[in-house]
């Protein structure tokens, strides 16, 4: 069975640039979540789809936006880039319900932003 | 609102032998699930184990194993007979679950470090 998959690995932007990022989840799994890493902040949490629908979003601004495709896969797009948005970007998917079901996570896109 | 605190930044242990990582929590959750992941160098987050908060034992997972101390709001991860492949950050989460919300709230990490 395939693990969730994230592209590309590594990025590399310039301030006030866009960027999307993609997360394919395991097969069967619906609830997709993003989490930022940062030397600073550690593992933040970003926000959590499941089917197609956005249940929560953490604490971060409106440049950071997400959504959800009917094959459960999903992306995140952070516009007007800013230097401080250089992280590690991990995707993590879950069958969605109860507590025992652990979130597994893809490589990280790892975001550069000069 | 929920928090886990992991006070060792760096561990040393020296090859086949055990380490303990520790972890405690605060939540006003009576039903709460714990998980251990381990993040190589790569960047990958690996689940490594889960401990149900009404799980009478403490869970265990090949080479490692959760002790799991309810009363004292811990869950500490022992992994036995090291190897150098366990070099990694380790780190400890707590799932926030509800109608709105499904997502980890994780601590800070600790840095292992395997030696020969």
């Known amino acids: 069975k395939a693990g969730v998959t994230q592209t590309p690995r590594y990025l590399i932007k310039t301030r006030g640039q866009q960027v999307t990022l993609s997360c394919s989840p395991i097969?069967?799994?619906?609830?997709v979540s993003w989490y930022q890493q940062t030397p600073g902040q550690g593992l933040q949490f970003l926000f959590e789809y499941f089917s197609e629908t956005q249940r929560n979003k953490g604490n971060f601004p409106g440049r950071f936006s997400g959504r959800q495709f009917s094959n459960s896969r999903s992306e995140m797009n952070v516009s007007t880039l800013e230097l401080g948005d250089s992280a590690l970007y991990l995707c993590?998917?879950?069958?969605?319900?109860?507590?025992?079901?652990?979130?597994?996570f893809g490589n990280g896109t790892r975001l550069t932003v000069t | 609102a929920q928090k886990i605190t992991q006070t060792q930044p760096g561990m040393f242990v020296q090859e086949k032998e055990a380490v303990t990582l520790d972890c405690t929590y605060d939540?006003?959750?009576?039903?709460?699930?714990l998980f251990w992941y381990k993040q190589p160098s790569s960047g990958e987050m690996i689940f490594l184990i889960y401990?149900?908060?009404?799980?009478?034992q403490n869970a265990t997972e090949g080479r490692y194993s959760l002790n799991f101390q309810k009363a004292r709001k811990s869950a500490n991860l022992v992994i036995s007979a090291s190897q150098l492949g366990d070099s990694a950050m380790y780190f400890c989460?707590?799932?926030?679950?509800?109608?709105?919300?499904?997502?980890?709230?994780f601590g800070t990490g600790t840095r292992l470090q395997v030696f020969p």
């Open positions: 989460a707590m799932r926030e679950e509800s109608l709105n919300t499904d997502k980890l709230i």
């Open positions: 939540t006003s959750d009576q039903s709460y699930g």
């Open positions: 401990q149900g908060s009404y799980d009478e």
């Open positions: 097969s069967g799994h619906r609830s």
């Open positions: 993590a998917s879950s069958l969605g319900r109860g507590e025992s079901s652990p979130l597994h």
